[in-house]
């Protein structure tokens, strides 16, 4: 069984009758037991897999209508809720919290007949860029193990990279699909603020995060999108995006696009190995008839301070309610008053969690919002203008999606200052709402290189179609694993 | 500069009981003094600006029950009250 | 000088559901924590998802306490932990973007004084915590979720009550107000909550807080400025403090002041865009408003000559208000107008008889078309509406039952009239000479009638028969 398809193969596959949705589910199944204890993508893995594989396999025989997926095996980052499954976003506060009810993209993907093959490992309620902040240890990297994959999404991009499953979804608040994307050679997308539900992805900072597909091909990411955006009455921050077809057109190319390459993305500091693996994909884009210019947003100095400070500040308001009062893990309130209890019962947040919510009570408290908060808020709108002025001259902006080769893990884990400098090129897009892929381009010492495109809010399919082009470039090596 | 005592004062407001004093305090300042360089960005005249969505589009005030009795798949205690610890 | 100002809670308890979620709005039929779901528990990963009709009432609310409506409105929330709060947070709103609540600055007149609405805002109601357990060592809380986030508007205004009176009096006009609009039900209970703070000459602000109805609201600030009063007096100064009223004693008490000034880290609610209300739409609202109460006032008593007094009691009261618009024609308004003041309100007039009645607009239709065309007397009539309102049955089947229409058969009448001629020869000669005593013979017929006969028909025959 070739497990290192493309959804889009698959479906090709199964539809041919070359090979059954049972027999991908049991061969998926049995890669993740022979190689997940090395690379520790899962949190847990769906017991019920096969089952659903042969109902779905029976459905195609009796000629029933079945769903776009055919029982492909799609992993899920773990802080989306499947119902009656258990949703831990990797911390010890939520031990035990079984979601009773499905995220929009969760039922969407269910009538499209998805398997969710498992919950894959992340950085405790998504904080984090490298999974080392994961309560149940960090996930490796396949390209070489004892690297970062990248984060917070990071076992979502290994489970893609490792081919463990098809696809998956993972969450972006700063970079968290583009960054891990970026360092497993998987294709990583951040769609336009509003394109895919939020219902029932656990809130780190909402008024900047999306979910996100990781996937081997652009292709399968556009397939994924036709599934899950548009949208939904259980979120009021959706948009309206008339059910735009992804894939249709994809082959369009870039000939006469004009592509500004982002100045400040590529700053002192950023790793050569990714330079000149930047200037190559411009010139490839410039062989496909665009024309690439460099363009400054002044701003992007000043995005990590902004988002790290509007980040905390939402984080510690989304992650109050776990109080342990109404769900979350074992602990009893005998003898306890109010306050002690719901501090002692807080203390099953790792240290990450615990620093960003004191920093998330510190910002926007009365005698600092002007200092901290509200001058993030001011940066947010002026590179949001700044970059709205940018996509009035380009159709399309061009950067690496994170300026280091993937690191050692445990390298920066004690350097919380280090670490948000990794976030430099990917905060941006979060920051603006604006649609972002990573696209896998070169290998440095069997390490692997993401290049990053933007686009202007809306423009996803345009973004699609130059991603693809840029992806159709080169031909990259297998993952050593 | 943060003080360890504003510090502090913010961890009980965010009911956070920070034992490894040192190891969180260092860490938490190192950031919050990060963020000093938003001074040097000369945004004070900016404005704050949010997505819209128009009355019309709001929900309809329609009642619909949730299909299963959420309290029973919650901690809860005494029937079918949450209990929670003694207001002091 | 003393110095009152409110800030009130007004459940809009005639929503279907809650304000961010499709749970009943009205939680008091269930059983406890049977009215919840995913959103209003605040479950990891829900979304607040806002109710359309609760924007759209709490702006009608604004707009009859004459208050400014911005074209764009904004959600906070405000940051504080308590079991009844399921995300420990409750979002608000408030104005420190802008304008940007529900209603912005406004005033009202109460008599002749004009009291200052500084905001209204809509909000969400937390869950209820009940206390059980004897002494504070076994105290335990629990929590009924049930409550927790239904739609709540909160009117603020500027500390210009002069006195407990004003109050009242303000009181009276909101609750009609907000009866009138048909965004709540007073009369529910919890349905009005209410914050005060009093001042008094020389003296610092005091807040009351958790005051649990209109009723006690007028009580706690009549206490809160004797007690004032009373320390000021004795030359003890009056700290600035919190209190909370208590309602079984009637008394306000010192809250305890180790309670440390809370943070509350307002900031933009990001799961609910900023919502626009196009000037359009604001007409629309505007012109979909029920008549304000003065304006109806002023329609009874212009349009049909009904006395001031009648028409102030009318127009405040909904139920009345409604019975009457849906009965009146030009010719009868005034005699409805009568029947509701002077019978009906005297045989409903608490809350449950008003439920339990079963009189329409048609009865009250029918019965005055009866009187003005003498098929019923007045006295009778009385009796009928006594009948409708407990069986809810037709007029015409009520008079049958009872026996109440007037006798206007001729040659029945003319018998009874031919009796009371020769039973009273002497009243009858009088009569002859002095038309003016012919209604003692009336009144005879009256009686042997059971009052049931046409008067008209009655005179008439009468005055046939004498000549
Ligand atoms: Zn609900």
């Known amino acids: 069984m070739n497990l290192k398809i493309s959804a889009l193969d698959y479906v090709q596959e199964v539809q041919n009758g070359n090979i059954s949705a049972e027999d991908f589910t049991a061969a998926t199944l049995e890669r993740i037991h022979s190689v997940d204890e090395k690379l520790h993508a899962f949190l847990s893995v769906n017991d019920d897999a096969i089952n659903q594989a042969r109902e779905i396999d029976k459905k195609i025989k009796s000629g029933d209508k079945v769903g776009a997926c055919f029982g492909m095996p799609i992993s899920i980052k773990d802080n989306m809720c499947i119902k009656n499954s258990k949703t831990t976003c990797a911390s010890k506060m939520l031990e035990n919290f079984v979601a009773p009810y499905d995220a929009t993209v969760i039922s969407k993907l269910k009538e499209q007949d998805a398997i969710f093959i498992g919950k894959a490992n992340m950085d405790e309620f998504a904080m984090g860029l490298t999974t080392e902040f994961s309560a149940y240890g960090p996930s490796k990297n396949p390209w070489n193990v004892d690297c970062t994959p990248g984060g917070s999404s990071g076992g979502s991009a290994v489970s893609v990279s490792a081919f463990e499953c098809v696809a998956s979804l993972g969450s972006d608040t700063g970079g968290s699909v583009r960054n891990p994307a970026s360092f497993c050679s998987a294709v990583g997308y951040k769609p336009t603020y509003g394109l895919i539900s939020r219902y029932g992805l656990i809130s780190y900072a909402n008024s900047i995060e999306q979910i996100g597909p990781v996937t081997r091909t652009v292709k399968d990411t556009a397939f994924l999108l036709n599934m899950i955006t548009g949208l939904d009455p259980n979120d009021n921050t959706t948009v309206d995006n008339k059910n735009e077809d992804y894939l249709s057109g994809i082959d369009s190319g870039v000939e006469g696009k004009k592509i500004g390459i982002i100045k400040e993305m590529m700053a002192e500091g950023t790793d050569p190995a990714v330079i000149s693996a930047t200037k190559d994909a411009v010139s490839k884009l410039e062989g496909l008839g665009a024309i690439c210019e460099e363009v400054s947003l002044d701003m992007v100095k000043y995005s990590v301070a902004a988002y790290y400070t509007i980040t905390a500040t939402e984080a510690g308001s989304n992650l109050a309610r776990y109080d342990n009062l109404r769900y979350g893990y074992d602990f009893s309130l005998e003898g306890y008053e109010f306050n002690s209890y719901i501090q002692k019962a807080r203390k099953n947040f790792g240290p990450e969690v615990t620093r960003r919510m004191i920093i998330g009570g510190f910002v926007p408290s009365a005698g600092h919002a002007g200092k901290y908060f509200l001058k993030a808020l001011k940066v947010k709108n002026k590179l949001t203008k700044e970059i709205n002025e940018a996509f009035k001259k380009y159709d399309l902006l061009i950067a690496p999606t994170v300026p280091i080769l993937p690191f050692k893990l445990g390298e920066k884990i004690d350097d919380p200052v280090a670490l948000f400098l990794v976030d430099i090129n990917t905060v941006t897009a979060n920051l603006t709402g604006k649609p972002a892929i990573s696209v896998p381009f070169a290998v440095s010492n069997g390490l692997p290189i993401g290049i990053q495109l933007l686009a202007d809010s809306m423009n996803d399919k345009m973004l699609l179609q130059a991603a693809h082009a840029l992806e159709q470039t080169v031909k990259l090596p297998e993952v050593p694993i | 500069m943060v003080t360890e005592e504003e510090i502090e004062k913010v961890a009980k407001l965010m009911k956070i009981e920070v034992e490894d004093h040192k190891e969180y305090v260092d860490k938490v300042h190192a950031m919050i003094d990060y963020f000093d360089i938003l001074d040097s960005a000369g945004v004070d005249d900016e404005e704050i600006s949010m997505p819209e969505i128009p009355i019309t589009a709001l929900r309809e005030d329609k009642h619909i029950p949730f299909d299963e009795k959420l309290i029973e798949k919650l901690n809860h205690y005494k029937g079918t009250y949450v209990r929670a610890p003694k207001m002091s | ?467």
Request: with cysteine; aromatic share 6%; proline share 4%.
């Open chain 3, 1 to 467: 000088m003393t110095k009152i100002g409110l800030e009130i809670h007004c459940q809009l308890t005639n929503l279907e559901s809650k304000l961010f979620c499709s749970c009943k709005a009205n939680y008091r039929q269930f059983e406890i924590n049977e009215n919840i779901c995913p959103v209003c528990m605040g479950l990891p990963g829900s979304l607040p998802r806002l109710n359309q009709d609760a924007v759209k009432k709490a702006t009608m609310i604004a707009m009859a306490l004459n208050c400014s409506t911005p074209d764009k409105i904004a959600f906070f929330r405000k940051n504080y932990f308590y079991p009844d709060l399921p995300k420990n947070f409750q979002i608000t709103q408030l104005n420190i973007y802008g304008d940007t609540s529900v209603g912005g600055p406004g005033s009202i007149m109460v008599g002749d004084k004009e009291i200052r609405i500084t905001r209204i805002q809509l909000e969400e109601d937390p869950g209820r915590l009940i206390y059980e357990g004897s002494s504070s060592k076994n105290q335990i809380t629990l929590v009924d979720y049930n409550r927790a986030g239904t739609p709540l508007v909160e009117i603020v205004t500027e500390p210009d009550f002069e006195n407990p009176k004003q109050v009242r009096e303000f009181l009276n006009i909101l609750s009609d107000l907000l009866e009138n609009l048909g965004v709540s039900d007073p009369s529910l209970e919890g349905a009005m909550r209410a914050d005060a703070n009093v001042s008094i000459e020389g003296g610092k602000k005091v807040e009351i807080k958790n005051i649990g109805s209109f009723h006690d609201l007028e009580k706690a600030v009549h206490f809160e400025i004797t007690r004032q009063e009373s320390l000021h007096s004795r030359e003890i100064e009056i700290a600035q403090e919190t209190r909370h009223w208590d309602d079984k004693r009637k008394i306000t008490i010192s809250s305890r002041s180790k309670e440390e000034a809370l943070d509350y880290r307002y900031f933009l609610e990001g799961d609910i865009p900023w919502v626009t209300i196009d000037p359009a739409i604001q007409e629309k609202l505007k012109s979909e408003m029920p008549e304000s109460i003065s304006s109806k006032k002023e329609r009874y008593v212009s349009k049909y000559s009904i006395p001031n007094q009648v028409a102030d009691v009318l127009s405040s009261d909904k139920f009345y208000s409604d019975l009457f618009e849906d009965s009146h024609t030009e010719s009868n308004a005034k005699e409805i107008a009568n029947i509701i003041t002077t019978d009906l309100m005297g045989l409903v007039d608490t809350r449950e008889k008003r439920e339990a009645s079963k009189i329409t607009a048609i009865h009250l239709r029918d019965l005055a078309d009866a009187i003005q065309t003498g098929k019923i007397s007045r006295n009778s009539a009385k009796n009928a509406l006594h009948e409708i309102v407990k069986t809810g049955k037709d007029l015409s089947q009520v008079m049958s039952d009872l026996d109440l229409g007037n006798v206007s058969d001729e040659s029945e009448l003319l018998t009874v009239i031919k009796d009371v001629i020769s039973e009273e020869p002497q009243a009858v000669e009088q009569a002859k000479s002095n038309p003016q005593t012919i209604n003692y013979l009336v009144g005879k017929v009256m009686q042997k009638t059971k009052g049931k006969a046409d008067p008209k028909l009655t005179l008439d025959l009468l005055k046939k028969q004498i000549e």
